[in-house]
C-alpha cells in the first residue's frame, strides 16, 4: 500500500484527526492478516508448548487489531454515518471469520491442552492460571474436545439454534409491528397527556390515517397502560402486547421455543453438562443453578409479602377511585402512576435547576479523587473524534499517570441512544511496562442552549454516576494481561462497579459536593432527596417480585431436561406459580416474545439483574458502616475489585473486599423489603 494509513502505523492515541474513512477497511484487512500470522507462528513454533510461547503469546496476539476494531466500533456507536454502516457490514463477517478460524484451530488447541494439562506443576500465578484456564474452556466449550461425529452435530447445532434465534426475533418483530388500536374517539385517548396524544395523531396521520394511533412499541404502549383512562382499551392492548408470538399463525413462536430449549440441553449434554444452565452458570459468578434457584428462592420469600401489601394497597386505592373489584394487568400501570402522583409529587423540573451537568461531573470526579486519590485535568491537545468530546488525563495519588479520560455527554445525529463506557485501549503489562488504559464515556444529556446550561434529571445523574462506575473499573485496572484487563470480568460481576457509584447520588455527604443551584448556588434541600429515596422504592416489592419470575421463568426453560414438555403456555403458567399477583391471562404467553432469553444473550442469566443489585447493595453497605469516604474501604475496593478485572474467580475477589460472601439483607433494608423493627 503506497498510501500511508495512520491505522496501521503504531500509535498510543487514537489518530482520530487523521483517519478517513477509506482507512479502515485496508486496516482491517492488514490487521487479521497480521494477527492469522501471530497465530501460525504460535502455532507452528518448534519448540515444546510453554504457558509463556502460547498462552501469553496469544493474549498479546493481533493488538493492533483490537486499536482498530475499538475505534471502528466505537465510532459507529457514537459518531456514525452511513459510509461506517457499510463497512461495519462488510468487516463484522471478516472479524467472526477470524474469531472462528481461532477456535476451531486444532493445532492451536492442542498446544493450550498440553500446558493446561501440566497446570499444577507449572507455578503459575493466580492471574496465569486464570488465563489458562479461561482460554481451555473457551476451546473445549466450543467442542474441541469432541470426536469428529460430535464436532459435526455440535456445528449442526449452532448453525439451527442460530437460525432459529433469527426467526424468533422476526416474528417477535412482524408481531409488533402488524398490531394497531386506531381510535378515532378523542375519548378513547383521556388521561394521555397532550405530548402522548400528539405523537399519537402524528402516528396515525404519517400512515395515512385520522384520529389516534396506538401500536405495540414501547414509546407508545407504555404512555398509553400508564394514562388512558378507558379501561376496556388498556386490557385490549395489554392482550395483544402480551400474546406476541402466541396466535397459532405463521408468526407463532411455541415451537420455536420448544426447537431452541431442546437444542440448548442437547448442546449441553454433548459437552459434559447435565442442562444449557450449568453449562452457562459455569462462567458466572453464581456458578450453579442450585445457587441461583436459592438466590432467587430466598428473595421471592422476603419480596412476596411486602408485594402482596402493595397490591392489596393499589387495589384499594383502585377501588376507591374507580370501583374497581379486581385489579387486572392492565390496571397496574395505570393506578400505579396515580398512586405514585398522589404519594410524591415528585418532579424532573423541580430537581434538574441542582445538576447543572459540568457541576455533576466535578461532583463525580471529586467523589473519586475522594475515595481513590484519581485527580482529572483536562487537557486539550488530545486528538478527538468531535469537538464536543472532552479529555482528561487521570493521575494518581502520588501524580502517576493513570489513564486516558473521553467524556462524549450530549446527542448528536451520529450517535445511538443510551449511555455507555468504553475503551479504546486496555490496560496491560508488557516487558515490565504497565501501559495504561484510553477509557471513553458516551451520553445522551440534554444540550446547553444560550441562555441555559445542561441541567441533568435526576436518573441522568445516576446515569452519569453509572458510566462513570464502569469507567473506573477501565482506569483502574491494574492486570499483566490484557484479555482480564478492565471490564473483562463475568457478566454477572460487571455491574458491580457501575451500579455501587450510584450509591452516592443519594448521600448528604457527597450531594453536598456537587448538588448546588446553577442560579443561586443553594445546596439541594434534603426533603427532595428524601423524596427521591422514598419513590425510588416505590411499590419495590411487587418490581422484585416480578423480575424474579422471568429469572424463574427462564431457569425453568434452562436448568431442567425440556424434552417432555409439549405445552409452552402449560409449563409457564408452572414456572410462574408462586409469583402470581394478578389474574392469570388465557390469551397471553411470555415466553413466546421473551426475546431476552431466546433471542439475545440472556438464557440462564436473567437472575444476574438482582444478582448484581445485591452485591452492590452489600458492597455499599461497608461503606455506610465505615463512613461513605472512608479511605481504607475504598483502597480495599479498589485493590480486590477494581484493579483486578478478571484476573481470579469474582467470587474470590469479592470475599478478599467484603470480608464475606454477599448477603441479600443490605438490598432488602434498601429497597423497603424489610420490616423494620421498633
Ligand atoms: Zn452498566
Redesign the pocket.
Known amino acids: 500500500m503506497s498510501i500511508a494509513n495512520p491505522l496501521l502505523e503504531p500509535f498510543d492515541l487514537a489518530p482520530f484527526s487523521k483517519i478517513k474513512n477509506e482507512h479502515f477497511k485496508p486496516a482491517f484487512l492488514q490487521a487479521i492478516e497480521d494477527a492469522r500470522a501471530e497465530i501460525d507462528a504460535i502455532v507452528e513454533n518448534p519448540e515444546a508448548p510453554t504457558f509463556e510461547n502460547t498462552l501469553e503469546a496469544l493474549d498479546f496476539s493481533g493488538q493492533q487489531l483490537d486499536r482498530v476494531s475499538s475505534i471502528f466500533f466505537n465510532l459507529n456507536s457514537a459518531e456514525t454515518n452511513e459510509e461506517i454502516q457499510k463497512i461495519a457490514q462488510e468487516v463484522s463477517p471478516l472479524l467472526s471469520d477470524f474469531g472462528n478460524d481461532i477456535i476451531l484451530n486444532e493445532g492451536l488447541f492442542q498446544r493450550v491442552k498440553s500446558v493446561y494439562e501440566q497446570r499444577n506443576e507449572l507455578d503459575l500465578t493466580p492471574e496465569q492460571l486464570t488465563l489458562l484456564e479461561k482460554r481451555y474452556k473457551k476451546f473445549s466449550r466450543n467442542g474441541a474436545n469432541l470426536n469428529e461425529e460430535d464436532k459435526k452435530r455440535l456445528r449442526k447445532i449452532d448453525a439451527e439454534l442460530a437460525k432459529l434465534k433469527l426467526t424468533f426475533g422476526e416474528n417477535v418483530l412482524a408481531e409488533t409491528n402488524k398490531y394497531e388500536l386506531l381510535l378515532a374517539d378523542e375519548k378513547d385517548v383521556e388521561g394521555l397527556p397532550e405530548g402522548e396524544k400528539e405523537a399519537a395523531e402524528q402516528l396515525a396521520q404519517s400512515k395515512g390515517k385520522k384520529g389516534w394511533l396506538i401500536t405495540l412499541d414501547y414509546p407508545s404502549y407504555i404512555p398509553f397502560m400508564k394514562y388512558a383512562k378507558n379501561r376496556a382499551l388498556r386490557k385490549e392492548l395489554s392482550i395483544a402486547f402480551g400474546s406476541k408470538g402466541f396466535h397459532n399463525n405463521e408468526l407463532d413462536n411455541q415451537e420455536n421455543v420448544l426447537k431452541i430449549v431442546a437444542l440448548r440441553h442437547e448442546r449441553a449434554n454433548l459437552l459434559g453438562y447435565p442442562t444449557h444452565a450449568h453449562f452457562v452458570l459455569e462462567e458466572r459468578m453464581a456458578e450453579t443453578p442450585e445457587k441461583v434457584m436459592d438466590f432467587l428462592n430466598e428473595l421471592l420469600e422476603k419480596a412476596k409479602p411486602a408485594a402482596e401489601r402493595e397490591f392489596n394497597e393499589l387495589e384499594d386505592f383502585a377501588k376507591q377511585l374507580d370501583n374497581i373489584d379486581q385489579l387486572e394487568k392492565w390496571d397496574s400501570a395505570y393506578y400505579s402512576e396515580k398512586l405514585k402522583q398522589k404519594l410524591f409529587n415528585l418532579d424532573d423540573e423541580k430537581l434538574k435547576p441542582y445538576f447543572k451537568l459540568e457541576n455533576v461531573i466535578n461532583g463525580v470526579f471529586k467523589v473519586a479523587e475522594m475515595l481513590f486519590g484519581l485527580t482529572f485535568k483536562e487537557v486539550s491537545n488530545i486528538d478527538k473524534y468531535h469537538d464536543e468530546v472532552k479529555t482528561f488525563e487521570v493521575y494518581g495519588a502520588s501524580n502517576n499517570f493513570i489513564s486516558l479520560f473521553y467524556a462524549d455527554f450530549h446527542p448528536r445525529a451520529g450517535k445511538r441512544g443510551g449511555a455507555?463506557?468504553t475503551s479504546y485501549k486496555s490496560q496491560f503489562t508488557l516487558n515490565g511496562t504497565n501501559s495504561r488504559p484510553h477509557i471513553s464515556n458516551v451520553c445522551n444529556f440534554t444540550k446547553p442552549t444560550s441562555t441555559k446550561p445542561s441541567l441533568l434529571t435526576f436518573n441522568e445523574v445516576t446515569t452519569l454516576f453509572?458510566?462513570f462506575?464502569?469507567g473506573l473499573h477501565g482506569m483502574l485496572a491494574n492486570t499483566t494481561y490484557p484479555s482480564l484487563s478492565g471490564t473483562s470480568v463475568y457478566w454477572d460481576f460487571?455491574?458491580l462497579p457501575?451500579?455501587i457509584m450510584e450509591n452516592w447520588c443519594y448521600e448528604k455527604e457527597a450531594l453536598e459536593l456537587f448538588a448546588h443551584h446553577y442560579e443561586t448556588g443553594e445546596l439541594i434541600p434534603m426533603e427532595l432527596i428524601e423524596k427521591i429515596k422514598e419513590s425510588a422504592t416505590f411499590q419495590e416489592g411487587m418490581a422484585t417480585v416480578r423480575q424474579l419470575s422471568f429469572g424463574f421463568l427462564d431457569m425453568a426453560w434452562h436448568g431442567t431436561d425440556p424434552t417432555g414438555i409439549k405445552d409452552v403456555k402449560a409449563y409457564e403458567t408452572k414456572a410462574f406459580e408462586g409469583t402470581d399477583l394478578f389474574p392469570k391471562t388465557p390469551e397471553t404467553c411470555m415466553s413466546t416474545s421473551f426475546s431476552h432469553i431466546f433471542q439475545g444473550g440472556y438464557s440462564s442469566g436473567y437472575y444476574s439483574y438482582k444478582w448484581a443489585e445485591v452485591l452492590d447493595a452489600d458492597a455499599f453497605a461497608y461503606f455506610k458502616e465505615q463512613g461513605i469516604f472512608n479511605k481504607e474501604v475504598a483502597d480495599k475496593f479498589k485493590e480486590h475489585v477494581l484493579s483486578k478485572g478478571g484476573t481470579e474467580n469474582p467470587m474470590e475477589l469479592y470475599k478478599r473486599f467484603r470480608g464475606a460472601e454477599p448477603k441479600i439483607e443490605a438490598l432488602l433494608e434498601r429497597a423497603g423489603l424489610v420490616e423494620l423493627k421498633d
Open positions: 455507555w463506557m453509572h458510566e462506575g464502569h460487571v455491574e457501575s451500579q
